[in-house]
């Protein structure tokens, strides 16, 4: 009887303890009252990638840099990240030349290279947000944002 009200208590307690912290949960700006803004707005947020962003020498491209980060109840930005990269050329498919192998290799490394420089530019975003709010409180809000480039 000892041994199971000893195990019962061990349960109890490691059960107590795993649920999540609620001021960790991470809500997605669909989820909550109201998103993550800027107090100047996302007018803001594009005029610093566009000053910041690095272009590399790349043309007739139409790029979309789709990135995520999550906007803290105390309305800093973190954990930036790179998710995807949609490249789309402007000339027909019929002038578009075949790549070598070689070619596409350059050409993937190049775009790992804008992942990476579209974070750099949001980590250096320090601008503070008002954050989300669900039922009147602050919380942790994923917030999705793209970026666009059209080169020709």
Known sequence: MKFFLT??????FLICYAQPDVSEQ???S???DAKPN???GMYKLTMFISENYKIPDIHNKKIRIFTSFIIEPDGQMTSEKAVHIDVRDYL??????L???EEKAAEKALYDQMKAEAVRV?????????PAVVNG???????QYPISFHIE
């Open 99 to 101: 790549q070598t192998p």
């Open 137 to 143: 409180k602050p919380v942790r809000c994923l917030y």
């Open 92 to 97: 027909p498919l019929d002038v578009v030349p």
């Open 7 to 12: 195990f019962l208590l061990i349960i109890s």
């Open 38 to 40: 800027l107090s100047e």
């Open 30 to 32: 669909t989820d909550v």
């Open 122 to 130: 949001l980590s250096l975003f320090k601008e503070t947000w008002q």
């Open 26 to 28: 991470v809500y997605r």
